[in-house]
């Protein structure tokens, strides 16, 4: 196949020396393009089963900004489809007719000037395809962004840390970190989630493919978003944006439960933290160190805001932001030494001893 032609006088009289795709680059474009085929079909045929995590997948959506997000998606890549179809198979026809043939003897084809015809349909066509994917965009932007808050929305406060996520009911008194609980909403009787977004250091953006798109926190620039999931599960988030070293680990997770489920989780969290004797140890242990600095858990003196709320530690399925698995070997590694689990991270190692470690972490494992 040749894609191109060199000419140069020699002699007096014009040659055409032709490029020829080499076979192996035949090859690589073949194999790219099955890969990319494939990817699709791996994207669109996943589905998210039962109620326990899953990957991304903005093709998979579960709330109405994440569909609206997901239709204007397809949209704009079947347009995109169209115009790459349109084009690659004028550039194979063009090829393929206009190729040197041996009768040609090295002349140039016919060639042909100032259609103006042709002028005009280039310039038009794309703007009304420009156009028309403004006023698609603007029409899901004004729906998303300009959506009324109903009076019995659920209120919570995101806010972004390094590199951790903060989240705040003002209405309920409950404040916890990186696992977000919200109702499902029916859609006969909706029961939305707005969120206003905060940022306390620098640049975050809070993104869960299956419930919203991106939405960026900004230090001192309140922001906001909202989500009305359709069905229980949990789903993934990220930070997608750049924010620092540990930008990748800051990892979120959404658990979308039915009004019991999500009831009996409001008045669990609104408990004081449990007062267990056997691990008076440990509490002393992390009072007289730096944690409670750091740290909050209700009903003690610890009352910090630079780290996340312990109040209910235990009731989490993750921690260091769902870098890690929530167990007992994975808690103790982290209060030992952070760097092992997030290096990076701004917590300290806090040099304990064994009999303090081991105190603390027992203490930990009754904040649920």
């Given at each position: 196949?040749?894609?191109?032609?060199?000419?140069?006088?020699?002699?007096?009289?014009?040659?055409?020396?032709?490029?020829?795709?080499?076979?192996?680059?035949?090859?690589?474009?073949?194999?790219?393009?099955?890969?990319?085929?494939?990817?699709?079909?791996?994207?669109?045929?996943?589905?998210?089963?039962?109620?326990?995590?899953?990957?991304?997948?903005?093709?998979?959506?579960?709330?109405?900004?994440?569909?609206?997000?997901?239709?204007?998606?397809?949209?704009?890549?079947?347009?995109?489809?169209?115009?790459?179809?349109?084009?690659?198979?004028?550039?194979?026809?063009?090829?393929?007719?206009?190729?040197?043939?041996?009768?040609?003897?090295?002349?140039?084809?016919?060639?042909?000037?100032?259609?103006?015809?042709?002028?005009?349909?280039w310039t038009i066509i794309p703007i009304l395809i420009v156009v028309v994917l403004f006023l698609a965009t603007a029409r899901v932007i004004h729906a998303?962004?300009?959506?009324?808050?109903?009076?019995?929305?659920?209120?919570?406060?995101?806010?972004?840390?390094?590199?951790?996520?903060?989240?705040?009911?003002?209405?309920?008194?409950?404040?916890?970190?990186?696992?977000?609980?919200?109702?499902?909403?029916?859609?006969?009787?909706?029961?939305?989630?707005?969120?206003?977004?905060?940022?306390?250091?620098?640049?975050?953006?809070?993104?869960?493919?299956?419930?919203?798109?991106?939405?960026?926190?900004?230090?001192?620039?309140?922001?906001?978003?909202?989500?009305?999931?359709?069905?229980?599960?949990?789903?993934?988030?990220?930070?997608?944006?750049?924010?620092?070293?540990?930008?990748?680990?800051?990892?979120?997770?959404?658990?979308?439960?039915?009004?019991?489920?999500?009831?009996?989780?409001?008045?669990?969290?609104?408990?004081?933290?449990?007062?267990?004797?056997?691990?008076?140890?440990?509490?002393?242990?992390?009072?007289?160190?730096?944690?409670?600095?750091?740290?909050?858990?209700?009903?003690?003196?610890?009352?910090?805001?630079?780290?996340?709320?312990?109040?209910h530690l235990m009731s989490r399925v993750t921690i260091a932001a769902g870098a890690a698995e929530n167990t007992h070997d994975n808690l103790r590694l982290?209060?030992?030494?952070?760097?092992?689990?997030?290096?990076?991270?701004?917590?300290?190692?806090?040099?304990?001893?064994?009999?303090?470690?081991?105190?603390?972490?027992?203490?930990?494992?009754?904040?649920?």
């Amino acid at each position: 196949m040749m894609i191109g032609s060199v000419s140069e006088v020699k002699n007096g009289r014009r040659e055409t020396s032709m490029l020829k795709m080499k076979p192996s680059t035949l090859r690589f474009l073949a194999q790219t393009i099955l890969l990319l085929f494939l990817s699709g079909v791996a994207v669109w045929a996943s589905e998210p089963k039962g109620s326990s995590a899953h990957g991304t997948n903005i093709f998979a959506p579960t709330s109405t900004p994440a569909k609206s997000i997901a239709e204007l998606s397809i949209f704009v890549l079947t347009i995109t489809g169209i115009i790459f179809v349109v084009v690659f198979v004028l550039l194979a026809y063009s090829i393929v007719k206009f190729r040197e043939r041996a009768k040609d003897s090295g002349r140039e084809p016919a060639q042909v000037y100032g259609s103006t015809q042709i002028e005009v349909a280039w310039t038009i066509i794309p703007i009304l395809i420009v156009v028309v994917l403004f006023l698609a965009t603007a029409r899901v932007i004004h729906a998303i962004q300009d959506a009324p808050e109903p009076t019995d929305a659920v209120q919570v406060t995101a806010i972004g840390h390094q590199y951790w996520w903060e989240f705040r009911y003002p209405k309920l008194g409950i404040v916890t970190a990186n696992e977000l609980h919200i109702p499902v909403s029916d859609p006969n009787h909706p029961t939305p989630t707005f969120l206003q977004l905060l940022s306390v250091d620098t640049d975050h953006s809070f993104w869960v493919p299956e419930l919203a798109g991106k939405t960026d926190l900004i230090p001192n620039h309140p922001n906001r978003m909202w989500m009305d999931p359709q069905r229980t599960g949990v789903f993934l988030g990220q930070c997608a944006q750049y924010c620092g070293v540990q930008h990748a680990k800051m990892l979120l997770r959404v658990s979308v439960d039915g009004p019991e489920d999500f009831a009996a989780w409001v008045r669990a969290q609104q408990k004081p933290a449990v007062e267990d004797a056997g691990a008076i140890a440990g509490r002393r242990v992390f009072e007289r160190n730096a944690c409670m600095n750091c740290h909050a858990v209700a009903g003690t003196p610890a009352n910090g805001r630079f780290g996340p709320d312990l109040t209910h530690l235990m009731s989490r399925v993750t921690i260091a932001a769902g870098a890690a698995e929530n167990t007992h070997d994975n808690l103790r590694l982290w209060i030992q030494n952070p760097s092992a689990i997030k290096p990076g991270s701004l917590m300290p190692a806090m040099k304990l001893s064994d009999a303090d470690l081991d105190a603390v972490v027992s203490y930990m494992e009754t904040l649920r």
